[in-house]
């Protein structure tokens, strides 16, 4: 009887930084750039490092918050709402990610509102935004 995970459950259970022995001053700092560069407004670069974050540890909430956020301000609104969901799954109670969906989730709802009421010149580049 083999009792072994399978590769898909090995793999969700150990991150790739186990797996590849990075160590976590590193993560550490990748995050700390990550921030600073949302802080500057650079959202693409943000975004490079966020991605490169969950690429090592997918189960750390913080990773999938900053994405969130970068892709928010990026109007990205329904990527941004993925992200949060996604890291709920790791950290089910986790604060911010919860404040982030439910403000994610009531600008949506007021964007298709104001889009069901009329299309206007005004709001047509929220259906664009939305429709990403």
């Known amino acids: 009887m083999n009792t072994a995970p399978s590769p898909s459950d090995f793999l969700e259970m150990t991150p790739m ?25 650079r959202y693409h670069d943000a975004e490079i490092l966020c991605k490169g974050l969950l690429a090592a540890d997918h189960r750390y909430w913080w990773a999938y918050s900053l994405y969130a956020a970068v892709l928010r301000k990026q109007g990205r609104l329904r990527e941004a709402l993925i992200q949060t969901e996604a890291g709920l799954r790791y950290e089910p109670g986790q604060p911010k990610l919860l404040a982030m969906r439910a403000d994610i989730a009531r600008t949506l709802i007021a964007w298709r509102s104001k889009l069901s009421a009329g ?12 429709a990403r």
């Open 17 to 41: 930084r186990a797996i590849l022995g990075i160590p976590s001053e590193v993560l550490d700092e990748a995050m700390a750039q990550a921030w600073k560069l949302y802080q500057a407004g």
């Open 119 to 130: 299309q206007t010149d005004s709001n047509r580049g929220l259906a664009q935004t939305e």
